[in-house]
């Protein structure tokens, strides 16, 4: 990207996916301004409303979407009427779940990841995701244009133990993007992929352990759009956190687990999992 690029890059019509949640919701707001046009994507009616509210009031025109990722068709409908309607000039993929081993409150639910949650997780953060991208993917193609962000996690980068289907799912999104994008190189689209390490929101609420470097969804939001402008395509952030997995990669798997056993952490069921019942005391998620 050049200086000139650099200066003048304000995408005009942005989608974001997983609007209604903590990184979502900051990064509307970051982008929320006059002469921007927010299409926000979730599945609560009420939170996409209200972020609708908040960012008409900052001078951007506001859609909202219902509809779940997992429905492949239809989400595939609703992305290319959007695009015709008005042409995406940048999706940000943000829509997640996460689960991973249960805490061990209860001896009968043991200390592994529920199936149901690591296959949920997989047809969301990955299937969810690439869906998505593969089908807009088309029309930016063929006008040589437009711009794809998908957030994917550290967790990409190398697995973590207390996060199986977690670490996965956006192991093959992160693929899938990179393979796409060297495939694409020179077709006029720009993929960015990023791997950011802990955020504050109700996703990592429910992650109980050290949650070193913790940072806020505005500032997360602020570093993610910051380094979007800067012409950066792999963002890789807190900058200790993606040396630390690098580190890791150098080493062989026993001492890397050795070394993770320090940051071991458990996830508490969210309200679609199975075990969620067996730990009804789970602190349900603020918002
Ligand atoms: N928080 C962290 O520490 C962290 C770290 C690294 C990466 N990330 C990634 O950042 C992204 C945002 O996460 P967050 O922390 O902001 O989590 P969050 O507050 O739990 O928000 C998750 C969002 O995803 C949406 N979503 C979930 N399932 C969906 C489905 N089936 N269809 C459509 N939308 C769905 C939710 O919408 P509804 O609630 O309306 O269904 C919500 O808007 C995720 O991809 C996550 O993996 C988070």
Known sequence: MSTTEKATYR??????????????????LRYAAQGVFLSLWGRDAARLEALAAACTAKGAECVVIRQDIRELEASREKI??????????????????????????????????????????????????????ATLLEPMTARQAGHIVLIASLAALYPLPGSP???????????????????????????????????????????????????TADAAAEHIASRLLAGKDTIIFPRMLALGTRLLHL?????????????????????????????????????
């Open 11 to 28: 995408p005009r019509h942005i989608l974001i996916t997983g609007a209604s949640g903590g990184l979502g919701q900051a990064l509307a």
């Open 80 to 133: 290319l009427e959007l695009d015709a309607a008005r042409p995406l000039t940048m999706a940000i993929l943000n829509s997640g779940v996460s689960s991973g081993l249960l805490p061990q409150k209860k001896p009968d639910l043991g200390g592994l990841e529920p199936v149901a949650d690591a296959c949920r997780v997989m047809e969301v953060n990955a299937l969810g995701a690439i869906n998505l991208m």
């Open 251 to 287: 080493l062989p798997e026993p001492l890397a687990a050795f070394f993770l056993r320090y940051f071991a952490f458990t996830v508490e069921p969210d309200r679609e999992s199975p075990a969620y019942k067996g730990h009804s005391d789970a602190a349900p998620s603020k918002r």
């Open 165 to 215: 289907g977690y670490s996965a799912s956006k192991a093959a999104l992160s693929f899938f993007a990179r393979a796409t994008r060297m495939a694409l190189f020179d077709a006029g689209v720009r993929i960015s992929i990023v791997y950011p390490g802990y955020i504050e929101t109700p996703m990592s609420r429910r992650l109980k352990g050290p949650q070193p470097l913790r940072m």
